[in-house]
């Protein structure tokens, strides 16, 4: 089993930059994909970025592309999602999502873990 913890949600200003965390346990995530999803209020949930578990690839939503990237550090067995030039229309819950010998996929069904996820807030 996996265990995923995100962190590093907040309130942050238009423009601004959030760095969320995603701590793995329970067993190495190195060979994991690994994705953030997120979710706002009466919407449902939607891809956001994704790194494949060899870590060569990534794919984003182009409601992100060229301001939010994904890397991890499987030292750490922790993901990262950098959130630069930050829109009201990011607010939203954020999830960390994994999957063994995973590609950059974009749909939830195909990741059998879950955080519980953090909150952004982006305020215009």
């Known amino acids: 089993q996996v265990q995923l913890v995100e962190s590093g949600g907040g309130l942050v200003q238009t423009g601004g930059s959030l760095r969320l965390s995603c701590a793995a346990s329970g067993r190495t995530v190195r060979t994991y994909a690994m994705g953030w999803f997120r979710q706002a209020p009466g919407k449902e949930r939607e891809f956001v970025i994704a790194i494949s578990w060899r870590g060569g690839s990534t794919y984003s939503a182009d409601s992100v592309k060229g301001r939010f990237t994904i890397n991890r550090d499987n030292a750490k067995n922790t993901v990262y999602l950098q959130m630069n030039s930050l829109k009201p229309e990011d607010t939203a819950v954020y999830y960390c999502?994994?999957?063994?010998?995973?590609?950059?996929?974009?749909?939830?069904?195909?990741?059998?873990?879950w955080g519980q996820g953090t909150q952004v807030t982006v305020s215009s």
């Open positions: 999502a994994a999957a063994p010998y995973g590609s950059t996929w974009s749909a939830t069904e195909k990741y059998g873990y």
